[in-house]
Every structure is written in C-alpha cells, then in structure tokens.
C-alpha cells in the first residue's frame, strides 16, 4: 500500500533553467517535513522523478542532505528516505538590544550550537560596536571548536534589532535606538566579519525563528505579535516573511490608540517597557526576566493589573491582526517571560468576534510562542539560512538574468 500522507511543499518547475528553484524547493520541503523518499518528493513538487534524483544526487554531493535507512511500505520495493544535514551549513545570529547583545550559531536546520551575550555600554555604537564584534568572533571561534568545517560552510550573519528604521527622531527617544539607526552597522559587521551580513527588525526575527523551529513552522500564513521591550508584528504571508517596502512592516507597536482624552502608541501601553515602568525597575538589571516570570507565577497583585490592562490593548491588536491579513493564526511571542506570556493569553481571552471565527480550524486563533530571550538571536541566525537555501521566485529569475 502507498503512503499517501499529506505532504507541505511548494510546487517547482521541470523548465529548463530553474534548478536554482528546485534545489530551494527541496530542502524547504526536507525541512517542513521531515525525511522524505524521492517518489514522496516528486509528488509534493510536482518534480518529474528524474528531476528529483538529479537534484538529490547534487545536494548529496554538496552534503545538504543524506539517505536514511530504506523503509518497507507494504508489499513494495523498500524506499530510501533523504534527510537534512545539520551540518550542511551554519550560520550567526546577532540581537542588538537596547542594553544587550546576544549572538548565536545554528546549524542547517535551526538547532542552536553556540549563544553568548555581553552587556552594552553607554555611548552606542562608538563604544558597542566593538563589544558585538568581540561577541560575533567569540560565538564564530566556539563553532568552528565544536565542528571544523564551519567556516567553509558559514552562510553569513543575520542581525536584528528594534525597529523602525528610516525614522526622524528626537535623539533621546527612549523607545527608539537613533544612534544605532543611524550607524553604518551592516557595512561595518560586514567589514569587521567578512561575512554576509542582513538585517531585520526584531518582531521580524522572532517571527522567523517561529517559522523555522517554532509555531509557525510549516504554517503559510501566520503573524507573529512579538512583546519585547517595543511591540511589533512579524508577518508571515504566503510562506514567506513580509518586510514591506522600508523593512518596517509589521510596526503594530506605533499604532495610536485613543484613552484618558490623548492618543498614545501601544507599546507605550502593553510592551516590557511600559511594564517596567509599572513596577518601577531598571530594564538593564540582569535577573529581571527571571524576575518578572517569578511575579507572574505567583499572580502578583502589580504584575496582574497591567495584565489586565494590557490584555485589552492586546485583544484590539489581535482583532485588528485578523481583519487586515486574514491568517491562519496568530502567534504571541517575544521576549517575554513564559509565565507572563501565559498569563497574557489567558487575560485577553475571550477574543473579540472577527472574520477569524469559521468554522473547520485545525489552528487556533491565538497560541503561545517563544518566550524566550535568545529568540530574536536565533530569528536573526535563521535569516542567513533562509536566503541561501529558501524558494523565492527570485531564485528562478536569477537564472535567468
């Protein structure tokens, strides 16, 4: 008997020109599902057979992927089932916080080898950039200790940081980073790596990380409402991250809200920030996440009322989230402690009525996600990894061209 298990793929194209495509169409298809036998993957791509052993061949010879065990379906011929290499290729993850800088290394399909973090000084990018680059070298040089082909297999550094980038501010916004907005920080990551450097916002990190190895993962439409020290929305829309034309989509955390007679952002009333301010204690202290998923465990009477507050400005968010983009679900994220994130959830339930409520789900309208401080990190280190190896149209036309 076949095994006709549902399989999540992209479709490639058996035209004359595109193996660039189909090489990406591969192992996305290898990374969303798992193991896969070359008759499974010629069904799920839409791959003529012998495209499909031609690409396996090539991506066996590149060690991207490798046969597993043959397995017995039935009273037919054994399958060999192809799967990822974790150490096809490694990248490097870099969060550049307000007080903090956190870099990873991950492997081929997202597992994290090696995190490091140091603390910011005052002074910005004159006196910090160094600090990162330290980081950057002492994270690369722990790699290559662990797997000694590393650097021949690293596919550049992604950096994150908040957003919203391009904007005119006033120099001492506490919720904005202008001097780092303003530095040359890919040119000079870049420069003092030798390694090709991207960048995101952190909303959009988190929600990569999601999609790679996280609640998004094999999800096709999916946004990510990220709580940091801001608020911002990663989206994910049709399997593929969403930047918009200035990198700022998604920047949910500026929209206006109207109380108390004033309009005010919502990250000035529902982000760690404005927590912080609730409790009245200092964001660069080093045990405060532990901190506040302590508080929130214990049902804090303090920590419980901007529970209660923020969850209402949540709730708008999560209905407004549905009606303009119409996902599958919708994923509550970030930096926060897990407890906190928890306790959100519970408070800004039940959600309003919106087009989300149909009948026939298999997701819910609003689910748990990281909560985890290293996941903008690995969102960042998972960026790399998803241009060198992920399907974009604009891997056909580069054949082309």
């Not at 290559?144 to 690293?154: F, N, P």
């Not at 550094?157 to 780092?180: H, I, R, T, V």
Request: charged share 20%.
């Amino acid at each position: 008997m076949n095994d006709v298990r549902p399989i999540r793929a992209k479709s490639g194209t058996n035209h004359e020109g595109t193996s660039a495509h189909n090489r990406r169409v591969m192992i996305d298809a290898l990374r969303i599902n798992g193991a896969l036998s070359r008759a499974d993957l010629a069904r799920a791509t839409r791959l003529t057979k012998q495209t499909v052993s031609n690409i396996i061949e090539e991506l066996e010879r590149d060690g991207l992927v490798s046969s597993q065990e043959a397995v017995r379906k039935g009273r037919g011929q054994p399958s060999t089932p192809y799967g990822l290499v974790p150490e096809g290729a490694f990248a490097i993850g870099l969060q550049i916080d307000r007080h903090v800088t956190r870099a990873v290394a991950v492997d081929l399909v997202g597992s994290v080898l090696v995190r490091a973090e140091a603390g910011l000084p005052p002074g910005g990018p004159s006196t910090g950039a160094k600090v990162i680059l330290d980081l950057v070298a002492g994270v690369r040089s722990r790699l290559a200790g662990i797997v000694q082909q590393s650097e021949k297999r690293l596919v550049g550094l992604g950096a994150a940081m908040p957003g919203p980038f391009g904007m005119e501010g006033s120099g001492d916004d506490p919720w904005m980073m202008e001097a780092w907005q303003k530095f040359p920080l890919l040119e000079t990551l870049s420069a003092g790596t030798g390694l090709d450097v991207g960048l995101q916002n952190d909303a959009a990190a988190a929600a990569t990380a999601e999609r790679m190895v996280g609640a998004a993962h094999g999800v096709d439409h999916a946004v990510c409402l990220f709580v940091g020290y801001g608020i911002g929305a990663g989206l994910i829309l049709n399997g593929e991250l969403y930047r918009g034309a200035s990198g700022n989509a998604g920047e949910i955390g500026m929209a206006l809200l109207f109380a108390d007679g004033k309009t005010t952002p919502l990250e000035h009333r529902a982000s760690l920030a404005s927590l912080y301010q609730h409790l009245s204690v200092d964001p660069a202290d080093p045990d405060l996440h532990a901190r506040i998923n302590a508080l929130a465990s214990s049902g804090d009477p303090g920590i419980q009322s901007w529970i209660e507050a923020a969850a209402a400005d949540l709730r708008w968010s999560i209905h407004l989230i549905e009606t303009i983009f119409d996902p599958q679900t919708v994923i509550l994220c970030g930096s926060a402690p897990e407890a906190l994130v928890n306790s959100l959830i519970a408070a800004i339930g039940p959600l309003l009525p919106s087009i989300a409520e149909r009948r026939g789900r298999t997701l819910p309208r609003l689910q748990p996600g990281m909560a985890d401080p290293w996941s903008v990190a690995l969102g960042a280190a998972a960026g790399p990894i998803s241009r060198a190896f992920d399907p974009r149209f604009a891997a056909i036309l580069k054949d082309f061209l």
